[in-house]
């Protein structure tokens, strides 16, 4: 019997490049692109059945990037940032289905926007303080929040990080950590939701050959990209994700 996977072919010319962006994403190289992810393949799917796909696919990607990169993690975020993002997910869970994903997406890529308008127009100083706890607490929920939904938890969590000015690996690290928690609490809520099916399952596994590619990719040039470079290719993914979830929202 022959698997009830998707045979659309225009659902993997965007599928394809979404895992390998997740992936970069994954590996802290590319982070802000990940968010690009299910935006993409929502362009042949609806959104729900978009991340259905990609949590396993997800799930694959966080043990690859976690063997690489979880001994950088800064406990000390991780302490703060990881039960924020589990209310986040809660919240996710509670209201699915009473916003319309692109309300959600628009909201983000606003936030992602003035976020780097902010960095370019009053850009950090040296001696800038550290952003409070409590901003943490709060980009940590809208990122759990908009993870569960489309996950595109990606900026929030950069809006507080990058001000730090982390060295890459434990950047790297840490984002590696934070979304493999988040990522492996929403599978009671996906499957309590009905989004998974064998349809969505059997698609993933058909795709997921790619998931550590990119990871492994993301991770080798994260070790030869100056600090520089990785800061800038950070900003740029969270630009290119800013604008296509702005569209996303006005064009829903």
């Avoid at 940590?140 to 507080?160: C, L």
């Avoid at 991770?219 to 993914?237: N, Q, T």
Wanted: aromatic fraction near 10%; include cysteine; charge should be positive.
């Amino acid at each position: 019997m022959m698997l009830p996977i998707i045979t659309d072919p225009a659902f993997y010319a965007v599928a394809v490049p979404a895992v390998l962006l997740m992936g970069l994403s994954k590996s802290g190289f590319g982070a802000g692109f990940g968010a690009l992810a299910v935006p993409l393949m929502a362009l042949a799917v609806p959104v729900p059945q978009a991340a259905a796909i990609m949590l396993p696919l997800l799930a694959v990607m966080d043990l690859t990037g976690l063997q690489s990169l979880a001994r950088h993690a800064d406990r000390s975020l991780l302490w703060l940032l990881v039960p924020a993002g589990l209310l986040g997910t809660l919240v996710g869970t509670a209201s699915f289905g009473l916003l319309p994903a692109h309300t959600v997406a628009g909201v983000v890529g606003l936030l992602t926007l003035a976020f780097l308008a902010q960095r370019k127009l009053f850009p950090p100083r040296a001696d800038a303080h550290q952003p409070p706890r409590w901003a943490g607490g709060l980009l940590g929920v809208a990122a759990g929040f908009t993870s569960f939904v489309a996950h595109a938890g990606g900026p929030p969590i950069m809006a507080y990080v990058l001000p730090m000015r982390l060295a890459p690996l434990r950047f790297a690290g840490t984002c590696a950590v934070f979304f493999a928690v988040i990522n492996a609490s929403k599978w009671i809520p996906y499957a309590a939701l009905g989004l998974i099916d064998a349809r969505n399952l059997a698609t993933s596994l058909v795709l997921m050959p790619l998931a550590p590619l990119g990871v492994w990719v993301g991770v080798r040039l994260a070790r030869r990209v100056s600090a520089l470079w990785f800061y800038r290719l950070v900003e740029a993914g969270m630009l290119a994700t800013g604008l296509k979830l702005v569209w996303d929202g006005w064009a829903g």
